[in-house]
């Protein structure tokens, strides 16, 4: 007879002694509940004494009428730059100081905000490859934040969480006795991310769950995975997941475990390249002619 064995995940760990800066990029279906969520953590450390959670939220939209109801935002918002709406309303509620950008997010942005001292966790709640590149861009930079990114369809979503753009990079992330060195960033596993999608009638989220095609929960669902996420890292401080599928249809959710078997499969390594110190390679000197 046959058994089943599982390998246990590998705790990616992360400081506990640093301040956390959660920037949301994207304050709208899936981003408005996040920011909601961001406020609470914030207001959770704030009162329990933990380390202090910074937030800042970017979005260049302003609330229409189809946002109201879907959106966390009400009829007299309309008009009202989205970032600026939660950021005013959600520190007002949680006596929190928000800080919000009118603007959509660039890398250059992205570089201004990120801070030296502080653990950054990029929070993309985005339809556009534009935004993600810009994250992605960030993380090559020599230290990266960590980026957490969301996504949907009609019914189905998922986040993933990371902080390596190369691939090689990742070689032997598992080596060191216990702990996970490295994570691959969402575009690793998700190649499409950085694709833009084929331009279709009402394609964005708003228009899609007014016209009944997107499910009317699948944007708070897909927000309340990436809260646990959020909370696990600023919180607990360590992930044993790295990404998380969900399938409102069935009502199926998955998680990928942090494993050299689930990684490598993801970004299509062997799990030995995983385990395994890298090995060195000397150049050879050139022999004078």
């Not at 400081?15 to 709208?28: K, M």
């Not at 994570?183 to 769950?209: F, G, Q, T």
């Amino acid at each position: 007879m046959q058994t089943l064995s599982i390998d246990p995940p590998i705790p990616f760990v992360l400081p506990s002694d640093l301040p956390v800066h959660a920037i949301l990029v994207g304050c709208g279906g899936t981003g408005s509940h996040i920011a909601q969520s961001l406020a609470r953590l914030a207001s959770h450390l704030r009162d329990t004494g933990g380390r202090p959670l910074h937030l800042t939220f970017i979005d260049g939209d302003v609330v229409e009428r189809k946002n109201v109801g879907r959106q966390l935002f009400c009829p007299a918002e309309i008009g009202q730059n989205k970032a600026q709406t939660l950021a005013a309303r959600l520190s007002a509620a949680l006596g929190l100081s928000i800080a919000a950008i009118s603007e959509m997010a660039t890398i250059d942005l992205l570089r201004r905000l990120r801070g030296r001292s502080d653990l950054t966790i990029l929070v993309g709640a985005v339809d556009s490859a534009t935004g993600r590149g810009a994250i992605a861009d960030l993380l090559a930079d020599h230290t990266p934040p960590i980026w957490l990114d969301c996504g949907n369809h009609e019914h189905s979503g998922q986040v993933a969480v990371g902080n390596t753009v190369n691939r090689e990079l990742l070689r032997g992330c598992l080596s060191l006795g216990g702990i996970c060195a490295a994570l691959p960033s969402p575009h690793l596993v998700y190649p499409d991310l950085l694709k833009e999608a084929p331009v279709r009638p009402r394609a964005d989220c708003a228009a899609a769950m007014e016209d009944n095609a997107q499910s009317l929960m699948v944007n708070q669902q897909i927000a309340a995975v990436a809260a646990q996420y959020l909370y696990q890292i600023v919180v607990r401080r360590q992930l044993t997941m790295f990404c998380t599928t969900v399938d409102l249809g069935g009502l199926v959710m998955r998680s990928l475990p942090i494993t050299a078997r689930a990684i490598a499969e993801a970004v299509g390594l062997a799990p030995g390249d995983l385990t395994e110190q890298p090995k060195k390679t000397t150049k050879k000197k050139a022999r004078a002619a």
